[in-house]
């Protein structure tokens, strides 16, 4: 009860700052004030809460699950490719997307992608596209909540009722706070889960013994030792993972967070601290992650080891309900906690508890950025706020915030097991076969609103057909060779691994976004670019200012 107490006064302190420490009255009253906060976040909030939107449940309880199943490379895939390829996506793209949003009062990306294109209904297709891709990642937000609170309890609060209760106070300064509490609560979040890496891993350390003899008895055992290298992943496949950071800046939330910058100076200390903040979080967490493969003496993780021992040697005999439930006994989403449950005295495991559960709850961004979207991009487009006045578009936006927070849910209780897995195959797939869209409207003068139309419907198309082969055909058992779905002329071209499907070797998304790169290009240079008075607004802005001399 301790430790669900001190979580307990987390997630109140949250909805307290969320909704009240930081409210100003014209923010309820005006679409950007809800939306955006005036534009006014100053440097160290933005800063904070930049790099706490991006690191959700995926960031603690994935990588840790991850690197409990496949080892310390769980580093090398995300987190190094992350800390350069992210720094530079915000330098480039989203201090542009910053002064295109002061420049022209953008509120969402659709808004800046119909009028660089002069695209109307085409924009409504970008929206759909985007929220149904972004509802993954909000779902490993509710998956992250039930998951943190079961471990953190010791089960006295089961799965259900903790993605329930995490949703529930989310939605609620989502609601009520709009666009600035939900970035003062990031703030707060941030700090927390940044203090976790290292107290986490000095705690944990002590109540091991030290991680030295954990880690000589890994690299002696069989079993164990390949958790230490990259052996257990092709170079191919590890390089695939470069593709994934692509979608970060692509995310709807990430660039709306970019137009809520006071100033553009603002950028400069955010890309030199991301890298510093990717390390602070994503190495203990990793490391931990590995190293339970050795607490054998903690009940919980010795039963997971158990579950994958069974899995490995008898997985071939077993039903697909037999093998699914023992797929999920073996999952180590939650085994940072239940390593600080057991190493760490009961009022430090709650403290360390809420730090996770402010990870966990990083969520928020993501709801109100499609609630955002739906009101700015649906609703006022159609002419809903000239019709019901200002005040309704933001009322239909808390509305789309309590329908989005329950359809998160409902879906939280029936996804895989594997945070790490959703997130990377779906949402992270998605966005990063988005990424050329937004490249192409920012930098590329030719580019059409065809070619954006070819690259949202394919991508829209790919991630379905993921989704569906994997309903289809269930992941081999562990221990057991690759499903082989395509080999046309004896090349593995289509492949069913146990975390999802792979293209010639290679995560799906390389092969999404090099398609979504070539018609992108193909389809703009075959269609109507846009007019030359749009063009110069964005490519020659002191061109399209000056007056005309007819």
């Known amino acids: 009860m301790i430790p669900l107490l001190i979580v307990g006064l987390y997630l109140v302190t949250a909805m307290y700052v969320g909704i009240f420490a930081f409210k100003r009255r014209e923010d309820a009253a005006n679409a950007e004030g809800f939306f955006l ?8 909030v933005f800063v904070l809460s930049l790099f706490g939107t991006n690191m959700t449940a995926f960031s603690i309880l994935g990588s ?3 690197s409990f199943s496949n080892g310390i490379v769980t580093y090398g895939l995300m987190a190094s490719s992350s800390a350069l390829i992210i720094p530079v996506s915000l330098l480039f793209i989203g201090t542009r997307l910053w002064a295109l949003g002061r420049r022209f009062g953008f509120v969402t990306p ?17 929206f759909a596209v985007q929220a149904a891709l972004l509802v993954p990642y909000i779902v490993i937000g509710v998956m992250g909540g039930g998951t943190a609170l079961r471990a953190i309890t010791g089960g006295l609060v089961p799965y259900w009722i903790g993605g329930a209760l995490v949703a529930l106070v989310v939605m609620s300064y989502v609601f009520f706070g709009g666009m600035r509490g939900t970035a003062w609560v990031n703030a707060l979040q941030t700090v927390l889960f940044l203090a976790f890496g290292v107290v986490a891993l000095t705690v944990i350390g002590v109540g091991m013994g030290g991680f030295g003899p954990a880690i000589q008895s890994m690299a002696a055992a069989p079993e164990t030792s390949a958790l230490l290298t990259r052996e257990r992943i092709s170079p191919w496949y590890f390089l695939s993972y470069t593709f994934i950071p692509l979608s970060s800046i692509t995310f709807p939330h ?18 030199i601290l991301y890298p510093l903040c990717m390390i602070a979080i994503w190495l203990p967490c990793t490391f931990l992650g590995l190293v339970a493969n050795r607490a ?11 579950a994958r021992a069974t899995l490995a040697e008898q997985g071939a005999t077993l039903s697909a309900g037999e093998r699914d439930t023992l797929r999920r006994a073996a999952a180590g989403d939650d085994v940072m906690l239940r390593l600080v449950e057991h190493y760490a005295p009961v009022w430090l495991a709650g403290l360390l508890g809420a730090c996770v559960m402010a990870a966990v709850m990083a969520s928020d961004s993501q709801i109100l950025a499609l609630s ?4 700015v991009d649906v609703f006022a487009y159609y002419e809903g706020t000239r019709r019901f006045g200002e005040r309704a578009q933001v009322r239909m936006a808390r509305a789309f915030v309590i329908i989005l927070t329950i359809v998160a849910y409902w879906l939280a209780l029936r996804v895989p097991p594997s945070i790490f897995d959703v997130a990377s195959q779906f949402a992270f797939a998605g966005y990063a076969a988005l990424s050329p869209l937004l490249v192409a409207a920012l930098f590329w003068r030719r580019s059409t609103k065809w070619g954006a139309l070819a690259v949202v ?5 790919a991630i379905g057909a993921i989704a569906l082969v994997q309903a289809m055909v269930p992941p081999p058992a562990a221990g057991q060779p690759a499903t082989l779905l395509w080999a046309p002329g004896g090349v593995d071209v289509l492949v069913r691994q146990s975390s999802g499907l792979t293209v010639l070797g290679l995560l799906p998304v390389v092969p999404m976004t090099l398609i979504s790169v070539g018609l992108m290009v193909a389809v703009s240079l075959l269609t109507t670019p ?20 007819a």
Do not use: N
């Open 37 to 44: 906060a005036g534009r006014s976040l100053g440097l160290t």
């Open 530 to 549: 846009p007019g030359a008075a749009t063009l110069a607004r964005y490519f020659d802005p002191a061109r399209a200012a000056a007056p005309s001399r």
């Open 64 to 66: 840790s699950g991850h």
């Open 372 to 375: 955002t979207m739906f009101s």
């Open 296 to 306: 054998t003496e903690v009940p919980a993780i010795q039963a997971k080891l158990e």
């Open 254 to 271: 990430m660039g709306m967070f970019c137009l809520t910058a006071q100033r553009l100076s603002h950028f400069k200390r955010t890309v």
């Open 457 to 461: 419907l394919w991508a829209a198309s």
């Open 110 to 126: 659709v808004q800046m992608f119909r009028d660089r294109w002069d695209c109307g209904h085409i924009g409504t297709v970008i």
